[in-house]
């Protein structure tokens, strides 16, 4: 990636002037609020340049010491130089990624939607595995999980579960675990040892603020009625179940695993701004880059994503060709290794994007 000297030169003028107007202390808190978030951005890539410069001016140096007349001098020159082209390459490709344009949902909260998908039982226990696996994830990151809606399987597992997850850049670690993850594996049920292939549908969006999302009561149409649990038998014997249909898109959110109607209907209201808010950020996407998406950052919930084998103890991600051999491990929440690759991955290819 080739970076402007212009441009480095404007974003440090400006942090420079950002800080000015907040040391002066005369700021309104509104004004205040903006100036140190946009402050708290360019700061990254104003450090970042300044690391590359003083590299830069290093290996000017070190160069120039290779020349001497001192063998020993000479010598320990050129081991620097070595060195210092290491750090001044991690250094420049440091500062290509804070110049690249960031997802303004990176750092907001999630909600993780799993579904059982083909295989019947064992569909809706793999799906039970997966929300475990991203619990434990969770839990090692300090994230938060609260359950929103869960309908559980006979057999157990879930039909289909949907969580919040909060905490510090959820979506940004987890937007690339949307998608159909499969499994291949024996069913406790299974005499015969024959090995079963069911999948489950992951889908991961950046949870919706108020004013990301003004929805109209008039748009809305919102039915209560009384929640029953598995079997049809009754959770309890007052309408607290909330169904609410937004009647523009036709979206419908159903709630009922709480025993309060308020609670349902706050939670249901969540849920349909996510995914009113996700939908807005799919048409933005679309119109930006047409009909091309990355191999990554695709989102697509029909694309299988991931194979999950037991047999071999071994979990594959389709996208970026990357198989480990760890299975029980990453079911436990040991993700960091797939995640970071994705991560790595996606960084990758935007910044192809941008070189060409």
Do not use: C
Not at 52 to 65: G, I, P, Q, T
Not at 175 to 192: D, I, W
Not at 347 to 352: D, Y
């Amino acid at each position: 990636m080739t970076i402007a000297p212009e441009r480095i030169a404007q974003i440090e003028a400006r942090r420079d002037e950002l800080a000015a107007q907040m040391a002066t202390g005369d700021l309104p808190g509104d004004r205040f609020v903006a100036v140190s978030k946009e402050y708290a951005e360019l700061e990254p890539v104003a450090a970042a340049a300044g690391e590359v410069r003083r590299l830069r001016a290093e290996s000017e140096s070190l160069s120039f010491m290779t020349q001497d007349a001192d063998d020993d001098l000479r010598q320990m020159a050129v081991e620097e130089l070595h060195a210092n082209r290491q750090q001044l390459e991690a250094a420049e490709r440091a500062l290509s990624l804070a110049l690249l344009p960031r997802d303004a949902a990176d750092e907001r909260a999630a909600m993780l939607e799993i579904r059982a998908g083909t295989g019947g039982d064992e569909a809706a226990l793999f799906a039970g595995d997966l929300f475990r696996m991203y619990q434990r994830y969770a839990d090692t990151r300090g994230w938060r999980v609260e359950l929103i809606s869960a309908s559980v399987s006979d057999a157990g597992g879930y039909k289909e579960v949907v969580a919040s997850v909060t905490g510090a850049g959820v979506f940004a670690r987890l937007k690339f675990e949307s998608g159909v993850h499969r499994v291949q594996r024996v069913p406790a049920t299974e005499s015969g040892g024959r090995i079963h292939t069911s999948a489950a549908t992951v889908a991961v969006l950046p949870e919706a603020e108020d004013v990301d999302v003004q929805i109209d009561d008039k748009d809305l149409r919102i039915d209560v009625y009384r929640s029953s649990g598995p079997g049809g038998q009754s959770v309890n014997t007052t309408d607290s179940a909330v169904r609410i249909t937004h009647l523009p898109t036709g979206l419908v959110v159903i709630q009922q695993d709480e025993k309060s109607q308020h609670k349902n209907k706050a939670k249901a209201l969540k849920v349909l701004r996510t995914r009113l808010y996700e939908a807005e950020r799919q048409r933005l996407a679309d119109e930006r880059a047409g009909t091309r998406r990355s191999m990554v950052g695709s989102g697509d919930r029909s694309e299988r994503i991931r194979t999950y084998n037991f047999p071999q103890g071994r979990v594959t991600d389709h996208r970026i060709n990357l198989t480990l051999h760890r299975l029980p491990e990453i079911l436990e929440g040991e993700m960091e290794e797939l995640i970071g690759a994705l991560i790595a991955q996606d960084e990758a290819e935007r910044l192809a994007t941008l070189d060409g």
